[in-house]
């Protein structure tokens, strides 16, 4: 249900509104509140709901709250526990508040660190998609300082190995796979910086040697255009948040999803925050949450559901 001072349990609501959606997914949430902001809104309680916690009463819409923290913190274990044990084919997950989260004492940067852990220290990496454009973060919420810092040739080479996996997976056969240069025109041949030359190049020659379809390093300008629409890559492989969340955002945050490649089940969000600034005004838009639920749904192995056991 995502944090319960944000828009995620308007959202939920509204993204299972159709009876045939809300049949197929479990809300792990607080029923109370869903309750509440369904009769508000004017819409159905989805029929599936596994009440984790119940705030009582319930923190201000539009608040960083600690309650509020610990109680999205209790959803993703609930759910990332059933997806994990086969009980559920896929975790969508609605937005939190880092802030809440930490000050609620759980000391994670966002779901998908947390949901690493969860996984038995997966290697994991974020996966922004659209219906245009696929990006995989080689770093992801850190300081820009301490990004740069972080690159190196194994964990670029990972990144690209986890992407190739994540995309078979998917069902393309061989992902071909754009990586992004850090520096302005991919470094210029060393004139603006090494680390396409010392970090960057290395990883994408081991990668092809390993009978990955990867090269670059590409200029950052430049390189999502053309794979833009997927017309020469799959996916481009970017080496900070920023850099790779900037134009699958600009091309519309409404159908972008985020989907954690590495674990050992399906995980896709949508592509925005808890949106503070107009929870509980009843005006949210479900569209990228719905596109999460459809993607993991296209993802998802087609295996028995918790109901059919």
Avoid: W
């Avoid at 045939?20 to 029923?31: F, H, K, P, S, T």
């Avoid at 509020?68 to 937005?95: F, H, N």
């Avoid at 939190?96 to 004492?105: D, E, H, P, W, Y």
């Amino acid at each position: 249900m995502g944090d319960p001072c944000g828009i995620g349990p308007e959202i939920v609501l509204r993204a299972l509104a159709a009876p045939e959606l809300a049949a197929d997914c479990i809300v792990y949430g607080d029923r109370g509140l869903l309750e509440t902001t369904a009769a508000r809104l004017g819409l159905p309680v989805p029929p599936r709901v596994e009440a984790v916690t119940r705030l009582d009463p319930p923190p201000p819409p539009g608040s960083v709250d600690a309650r509020a923290g610990d109680a999205a913190y209790r959803y993703i274990v609930a759910a990332a526990g059933a997806a994990r044990d086969g009980e559920a084919r896929a975790l969508v997950t609605a937005p939190i508040s880092k802030a809440a989260l930490q000050a609620a004492g759980h000391g994670y940067p966002g779901h998908t660190e947390l949901l690493a852990e969860l996984a038995g220290g997966a290697e994991v990496r974020m996966m922004l998609a659209n219906d245009e454009l696929r990006v995989v973060l080689v770093t992801v919420h850190l300081a820009l300082r301490d990004a740069i810092t972080a690159l190196d040739p194994q964990r670029i080479e990972t990144t690209i190995a986890i992407a190739d996996a994540g995309l078979r997976r998917a069902g393309i056969a061989r992902p071909r796979l754009a990586v992004a240069g850090l520096n302005p025109h991919a470094g210029e041949g060393g004139l603006f910086g090494r680390e396409e030359i010392d970090c960057i190049a290395p990883a994408i020659a081991a990668a092809r040697a390993a009978g990955i379809d990867a090269t670059g390093p590409y200029p950052p300008d430049t390189v999502f255009m053309r794979a833009r629409g997927f017309a020469r890559f799959d996916a481009v492989i970017a080496m900070y948040h920023d850099q790779g969340l900037i134009p699958v955002k600009y091309l519309g945050i409404d159908e972008g999803v985020n989907v954690t490649l590495g674990l050992p089940f399906v995980r896709t969000s949508p592509d925005h925050g808890t949106a503070y600034d107009i929870a509980g005004r009843g005006v949210a838009d479900p569209a990228s949450l719905l596109a999460a639920i459809r993607l993991a749904d296209r993802l998802a192995p087609d295996t028995a559901s918790a109901a059919d056991r």
